[in-house]
């Protein structure tokens, strides 16, 4: 007797124990929870931060685009006008050795007039001498009209060079603050990139800190089931009535335990196996057993599972479509699910994975 109220009381003992774990575990489940809503809060308002330093960046690069268009335009026209500069300095070049040649002619005219007017004092007058007299004296009007026309051209394409001049100044000075006005659209872009790639990373955080967060809660959701599994270990058999049979015939191509991806120094932890197969090949329940889960959920993509209440779970992932409901009786060899494509690895494979009180166990221990 006395032995039997030690045992009842142990055994009242460990439940209470077992329900206050379970109660606790439920609770830091529902806080992580929380805990990512709060952070997808943040993300999206992270989101929101990135989508406007986008927009801003593509405004200053269309700024910087407008800016370098006016530059090499103002280009073009400061080429132009130093060509027209050249010719006009060319010109003028030429109107001045017009000027001084008709400057020599002229006085070599004056020299002879000289010349004629003295000899003129000392001679009789003829009709000769007053005919060279007069010849020379209308050459020498008709050198000093062109001298003075040649006189104003120069003037005038010197003004003309001048105002040549002052319009490649004004480009220059048109170009250089172009040139910084693009300088510091430039900078500024850089700093909003820099921003937003610090957006960029503070995203990826965030992100990585709720995917974190999720891995606890399937760590605890694990730890709820094994609780759960060991609370009624002795209802469960943890034996299947018949061999289990392949969910789809074909090569594995991924198997349980640690891996080592191809071109990768890192290894990663496979629960379960993933058997290679075409997409649509029909997937079938290794046993009978109740649809426990039927739907979408992250990371395996389209997913089945089925207790098959003995202790053991199996796990059928990455399905192109879904035929069975949660709730569903299923029998051994009932097709549930047409096989699709993984997309973390790249291969047209079915993903299966069984688990033993709650954890991932070596399908092939298990397979025949």
Not at 291 to 298: D, K, N
Not at 311 to 329: A, D, P, T
């Amino acid at each position: 007797m006395k032995y039997t109220i030690f045992f009842l009381c142990f055994l009242l003992c460990f439940q209470f124990s077992l329900a206050d774990i379970t109660q606790t575990t439920k609770k830091r489940i529902s806080e992580l929870e929380q805990e990512i809503e709060s952070t997808q809060k943040v993300l999206q308002e992270l989101k929101k931060d990135k989508n406007a330093q986008e927009v801003i960046i593509n405004e200053l690069e269309r700024n910087i685009y407008n800016l370098k268009k006016i530059i090499k335009n103002l280009s073009k026209q400061k080429i132009s006008n130093e060509q027209e500069l050249e010719e006009i300095i060319a010109h003028i070049h030429q109107g001045e050795n017009n000027i001084s040649e008709n400057k020599v002619l002229l006085n070599n005219i004056i020299k002879n007039l000289i010349h004629l007017y003295v000899n003129s004092i000392y001679q009789n007058p003829n009709c000769i001498r007053n005919s060279y007299i007069n010849n020379l004296q209308i050459c020498s009007n008709s050198i000093l009209t062109n001298l003075d026309s040649l006189y104003n051209n120069y003037l005038t394409q010197k003004n003309i060079s001048l105002e040549k001049e002052q319009n490649i100044q004004n480009l220059q000075h048109k170009m250089r603050f172009n040139q910084q006005n693009c300088n510091y659209v430039a900078s500024r872009k850089k700093s909003e990139q820099d921003e937003l790639d610090l957006l960029f990373n503070l995203e990826k955080d965030y992100q990585n800190q709720i995917d974190t967060i999720k891995d606890g809660i399937t760590s605890l959701e694990n730890f709820l089931q094994q609780i759960k599994a060991e609370k009624h270990g002795r209802e469960y058999s943890f034996k299947f009535e018949q061999d289990i049979i392949w969910p789809v015939t074909g090569t594995i191509i991924q198997e349980f335990g640690t891996i080592k991806p191809t071109n990768s120094k890192t290894t990663i932890e496979s629960k379960g196996i993933c058997i290679q197969a075409k997409v649509g090949t029909p997937v079938k329940s290794i046993a009978s057993g109740i649809v426990a889960f039927s739907g979408w959920f992250e990371s395996k993509g389209n997913l089945v599972i089925i207790d098959h209440q003995n202790g053991f779970y199996s796990l059928y992932g990455y399905n192109e479509k879904l035929v069975v409901n949660k709730g569903q009786r299923i029998k051994q060899g009932q097709v549930i699910a047409y096989s699709g494509s993984n997309v973390i690895i790249d291969e047209n494979c079915l993903y299966f994975e069984l688990r033993k009180a709650g954890k991932a166990v070596n399908p092939m221990d298990y397979l025949k």
